[in-house]
């Protein structure tokens, strides 16, 4: 009976032990279920048996926020930042019958509540309560967006004619200009939308963008191959401008250069020709100062031309080039004829004369 008792003891020990356990652990799942953390990018909405109780979504609400345990109250968490909707691009057709493609997108996010709404017990004042009431989810707002804006963003396009479509000009940038279609037609949408989506969906149209605009595909291969032959058209313009431009260019070149050319020839023809003259000035005062010796010397320039190994010379008796053969320069007279005036004289005795 002693054994029984102390083998019960433990078991009993044990069996506390684990309620304790267990009952701890409860404990903090319940006190961990009984608090809500509001990040400062989330907006909490807090349920109690399916009814809305309390919203969390103003400044005061970031961080650490109590409620019921679950299940009796639970939360659901809703982004708070900018969301980007970015749709495919549609098909449409501009006042002028001119088929082309709109590619858009929009800025949103759940509307920032008033201030009146912290103290207003009614969860309906919230926009966070007819975003959840009307919407649920943030991929249901993405759709019932696109289903607003882009219908009518396509009807305000389709009013309009495509050359003004294609002025887009901003306002920053030159303010004495007024904005091209593509910047007003849609800031027009978005003013046009935001107080009924504010209203009905609690949601607030931040802004509506046109991102490209383009011609079907269908159509593009004819557009680009026009814009391909106008971008050749001009191109061959541009060469035929440039090869007249280089045949001007080359013709006054050449032009250029016969003139170099004749002007050259003709200053080498006048140096040559007053070379020449005082080559014959020098030439013939030189002879006139001794004509028989210049007979001499082109007597010899003669033989030096006419004889050679080979030359057989039929001559008469009274030639002169026989005569200085047969009789040498014996008879060749010394005298020299006065130079001409103004010749400068030297002083140096002529070998002829010594001999």
């Not at 309620?19 to 109690?48: H, K, P």
Request: proline share 6%; aromatic share 6%.
């Amino acid at each position: 009976m002693n054994d029984n008792a102390a083998t019960a003891r433990p078991r009993s020990t044990a069996t506390r032990g684990l309620l304790i356990a267990t009952g701890l652990a409860l404990a903090l799942g319940l006190a961990s279920s009984s608090c809500t953390f509001v990040d400062e990018s989330e907006w909490v909405l807090v349920e109690r048996l399916g009814q809305i109780v309390r919203i969390h979504d103003q400044p005061d609400d970031r961080g650490l926020n109590w409620k019921l345990p679950w299940p009796i109250e639970t939360t659901r968490t809703f982004d708070a930042r900018v969301q980007i909707v970015d749709p495919p691009g549609g098909e449409m057709v501009t006042a002028d019958k001119k088929n082309i493609t709109v590619d858009a997108f929009l800025c949103w996010k759940i509307a920032s509540p008033e201030p009146a709404a912290s103290e207003d017990p009614d969860p309906g004042s919230h926009p966070l309560y007819r975003f959840f009431t009307t919407l649920g989810s943030t991929q249901a707002a993405r759709v019932r967006l696109a289903e607003h804006v882009l219908p009518e963003l396509r009807t305000r396009l389709g009013e309009t004619n495509f050359d003004q479509l294609v002025d887009v000009h901003d306002p920053n940038t030159d303010p004495n200009r007024e904005a091209g279609q593509l910047v007003v037609i849609p800031r027009t949408v978005q003013s046009g939308l935001a107080d009924l989506v504010r209203d009905r969906y609690g949601v607030e149209l931040i802004d509506v963008r046109i991102k490209r605009l383009n011609f079907p595909r269908q159509n593009q291969v004819a557009v680009y191959e026009r814009m391909k032959t106008e971008r050749k058209k001009i191109a061959e313009r541009y060469r035929s401008e440039g090869l007249a431009e280089n045949t001007r260019i080359k013709s006054h070149a050449d032009l250029q250069y016969s003139q170099i050319l004749a002007n050259a020839r003709r200053d080498a023809e006048l140096i040559r020709g007053r070379a020449d003259a005082e080559s014959l000035r020098i030439l013939n005062q030189a002879h006139r100062r001794d004509v028989e010796f210049y007979r001499f010397t082109r007597t010899l320039d003669s033989y030096r031309l006419i004889l050679n190994d080979r030359t057989t010379l039929v001559l008469s008796g009274s030639s002169g080039l026989l005569k200085l053969l047969t009789e040498g320069v014996s008879d060749i007279p010394t005298t020299r004829s006065p130079p001409p005036p103004g010749t400068p004289t030297t002083s140096t005795a002529d070998p002829e004369d010594n001999r």
